[in-house]
């Protein structure tokens, strides 16, 4: 079973940026597409970034060209790096694999606003 540990979020102005990390245990990021996920206020679960066999990677039209997924194998973590923050993107992000959802993790905050 996996376990996602997801930190890095906080209160941000909007065009400001931030990295979330994930640390995950019990599955090797390497193989699996690991992804990126948010819950905006008062709505459901959306995918937002992801990797698709081992090194290709996709994204939401809404963060394009302004989110960037990376993983570290050796310290089987994922990463999120955030530019351009608009308001919109306020929400908790999580960690997962969208084929074979594991149990959540408790997610991490990202507030945009001035």
């Known amino acids: 079973q996996a376990q996602f540990v997801e930190s890095g979020g906080g209160l941000v102005q909007p065009g400001g940026s931030l990295r979330l990390s994930c640390v995950v245990s019990?599955?090797?990021?390497?193989?699996?597409?690991m992804a990126w996920f948010r819950q905006p206020p008062g709505k459901g679960r959306e995918l937002v970034a992801r990797?698709?066999?081992?090194?290709?990677?996709s994204y939401a039209d809404s963060v394009k060209a302004r989110f960037t997924i990376s993983r570290d194998n050796a310290k089987n973590a994922v990463y999120l790096q955030m530019n351009s923050l608009e308001p919109e993107d306020t929400a908790i992000y999580y960690c997962?694999?969208?084929?074979?959802?594991?149990?959540w993790g408790r997610g991490t905050q990202v507030t945009v606003s001035s």
């Open positions: 997962n694999v969208p084929e074979t959802p594991f149990t």
């Open positions: 019990g599955v090797p990021v390497l193989f699996y597409n």
């Open positions: 990797f698709e066999r081992i090194s290709d990677t």
